[in-house]
């Protein structure tokens, strides 16, 4: 069964960083993407980042650019969001989804083949 299961969420002042992990389960990242949306109560969900090993790929809206850096070890099937310089304007519940590719990140058609639970990142002013 194709699983990922999101950790490390939280609150944190304006400035701060955040680590979100991403364990995944019964697939390898060379049959998957890897990317996270984020969701804010009365808005759309958006996707904010995406890592895929073959191809090489790595994604970043452009609201996260700059700030935000996604990483995979392949070892531990777990993928990272290093959230940093973050604002008030980050706070979403985040999801980890597992792809055929990132263009569904990038708000492109796509198939999504695992979705987390999420994880609540608050960002205080």
């Known amino acids: 069964e194709v699983q990922v299961v999101e950790s490390g969420g939280g609150l944190v002042q304006a400035g701060g960083s955040l680590r979100l992990s991403c364990a995944a389960s019964g697939f390898t990242f060379d049959d998957y993407a890897i990317g996270w949306f984020r969701q804010a109560p009365g808005k759309e969900r958006e996707g904010v980042s995406c890592v895929s090993r073959s191809p090489e790929i790595t994604y970043y809206a452009d609201s996260v650019k700059g700030r935000f850096t996604i990483s995979s070890d392949n070892a531990k099937n777990t993928v990272y969001l290093q959230m940093d310089s973050l604002k008030p304007e980050d706070t979403a519940v985040y999801h980890c989804?597992?792809?055929?590719?990132?263009?569904?990140?990038?708000?492109?058609?796509?198939?999504?083949?695992?979705w987390g639970q999420g994880t609540q990142v608050t960002v205080s002013s």
């Open positions: 989804a597992a792809s055929r590719g990132c263009a569904i990140f990038a708000g492109r058609s796509g198939y999504i083949g695992a």
